[in-house]
């Protein structure tokens, strides 16, 4: 009998808290040293399922000495209340991105891969341009190769050109397109098709006997059953509707791999073992070294990460962790291991809901760490609530449209903030930087995004908040309060979509007389294409062309070289 045969049909233990089940799996070390922390990691995992509406969690523990523990939260079925099970495939988004670093990195010490040779060298058919020095395998594989990360490799249009915004190395901007012909790259390199490249350098060598290596309607039922939004063209509220989500097919590198938390397990083990896997080391300690340093600040992690090679790098209490997230259509992961203690777990979510169970794995890690060192267990974590806003009073008040009679009040108490509409006190969820989703149908399409009177100074206060196109400001606004713009960009404004799960919808508004995506990410004009720059931060890459202008209204427009097209709706 095989471990996936026992697993289906050995009885899995339930430890009963308030009427919320973790089920327990098989691992190789049932008697585990750190049983004592699960009551608090149980506690907490409940506490952390509920406040952020998630149907369930499957979860692995490991050490240096191997998979410590299997344990899934929760349902696979919401509505049947069909229990996750142990041996259920997750999704793990881009934690596959560390696992293509790998044989990327044993490419390197087999001679056969320069990091820092010119990527066309390498493939001549990558259709790219740059006005500046050569984007190489080690800027891929750090995110900092200047070229727009959302379109696929293969552009539509044949005489399309990915174009570099920034000198290569420059800035760090996420990038899956990169990742994607990075893939491409260690098949040409390796000579084989990328699951049997998984399989064979990665997957056999550490006994991952169930995962993986590319997402196929084939594993449909073995898959956890999976949720994402409902309503899946607008911001999500924390305690949105959720519905089950189509099967997909995803072979592309960028995170194709679908895993069991067990298999995880042995991945973990092999990193908190720096690249050593039981019988041999898939990389050298020096290959190792260069996977897990930071090469570059990567604040989209956090304030202090920065990024390896398709790995973040960290510390945590003053110890090194390498750590990633995995998001995909419909499940969010969470990859942290402490590199010096040699601890780490592996959490996944089978909802995509716009957050990662971070949370879940490093506090996973600071139980290991305290029980190792005979310490006193840490306590829960905070879970905040979505409506939780620390500085609430500064965006209370009522704010008046400039062009007619509309307002928008808002009411602080305590640390949650209200819109006060049609008679209702609508609870607003804090998205950060300033904006909110206000689950309200009349309010449902665009975040709530204010403005401080000094945009440089998070102290100053907040003087405006845009919702889509509209516009409101304080009577202490001081600023300016009519724009012009180009009346051609009249022609842009609209609602787009791509049926591909990975696009989805856009919509283009003017405010204060600027283009935005969505009503929160500003779009720049560029001097020479035609095209206009996405300005979420410094380092974005991303680009929108408008095309097919009919009536006085563009019908076409091309996000970073993906199609969308206009819907004759809002």
Known sequence: MNRREFLGTSAATAVAASGFLAVEGFTENSSSDYKPAYKA?????????????APGLTLALADRDGVQRVVTYGFTDVGARRRVKPDELFQIGSISKSFLAICLLQLSQEGKLDLHRPITEYLPWFRMESAFEPVTAHHMLTHTSGLPGIPPVFLSDPAARHHATYAPGKLFHYNN???????????????????????KRIFEPLAMSNTEPVITLDQRERTAKNYYAFHNDRPFPRFGRLSEAPA?????????????PHDMGLYVQMLARHGEGPK??????????????????????????????????????GHRIVRHTGGMISFASALQVDIDEGVGAFASINAMQGYRPNPVAEYSIKLMR????????????????????????DYAGTFQSPVNSRSLTFVAEGRQLFLQHLSQRVALENSGDGMFVAP???????????????????????????????????DTYKGAKSFAYPKEWDAYVGHYRNENNWVGSIRIVIRKGALLVDGAVLLEAAAKDGRFRMRSDEGDTEWVEFGDVVDGRAMRIKLSGEDLWRVFAP
């Open 41 to 53: 990691l149980d506690r907490f995992v409940e506490q952390y399922l509920r406040a952020m509406n």
């Open 370 to 393: 305290a029980h190792r060192a005979k310490k006193t267990l840490p306590g829960l974590p905070v879970t905040r609530a979505a409506t939780e806003v620390e500085n609430a009073v």
């Open 248 to 260: 997909i097919v995803m072979t592309d590198a960028a995170g194709c791999i679908a895993s069991t």
């Open 280 to 317: 041999s080391r898939l990389l050298s300690e020096e290959n190792f070294g260069l996977f897990s340093q930071g090469h570059i600040k990567a604040e989209e992690f956090g304030p202090t990460a920065s990024y390896g090679y398709g790995i973040a790098a960290d510390a945590l209490d």
């Open 177 to 199: 397109m990169a990742f994607a012909a990075l893939g491409h790259l260690v098949m040409s390199l390796d000579g084989r098709a990328l699951p049997e490249i998984y399989r």
């Open 440 to 474: 309200h149908p009349d309010f449902s399409r665009f975040v709530l995004a204010f403005g401080r009177s000094d945009g440089k100074d998070a102290k100053s206060p907040v003087a405006e908040v845009g919702w889509g196109s509209d516009w409101y400001v304080k």
